[in-house]
């Protein structure tokens, strides 16, 4: 299973993280904030990302410089704590929907980006 995430392409699940935190009253921009926050990326490089469908293993390899405060994300996500997941990857993919989750719940973006 993991590894059909990591060829997935970020382009397919970007639209679906929209939906969820759209239902959620959230906007697609309070969405790129966060992946840019995590990832280092700028809006254009997210969007040439998404353009070629880059996969998980290689979104975050080439991330142009994932946060340090992302190791501030704790908790359960898909039935695992994230601190307690070992593979480097998996752990960046669930640190992403974590973020996601908590701006679909309505967190404070100050608490989502671990500024507060």
């Not at 840019?36 to 490089?45: I, K, R, V």
């Not at 039935?79 to 992403?96: D, K, W």
Request: net charge positive; charged share 30%; aromatic share 6%.
């Amino acid at each position: 299973m993991a590894h059909r995430v990591y060829g997935m392409s970020v382009a397919k699940v970007y639209p679906l993280y929209v939906t969820k935190v759209e239902k959620k009253g959230r906007t697609k921009a309070e969405l790129d904030e966060v992946i840019c926050w995590l990832t280092g990326h700028d809006p254009a490089s997210l969007e040439r990302v998404l353009a070629e469908s880059q996969d998980f293993q290689r979104f975050f390899a080439e991330a142009p410089r994932l946060n340090p405060a992302r190791e501030q994300v704790t908790g359960v996500i898909c039935g695992v704590r994230i601190e307690e997941i070992a593979e480097p990857l998996m752990r960046e993919i669930r640190i992403l929907d974590k973020l996601v989750d908590e701006l679909a719940k309505g967190r404070p973006m100050a608490k989502v980006l671990r500024q507060a």
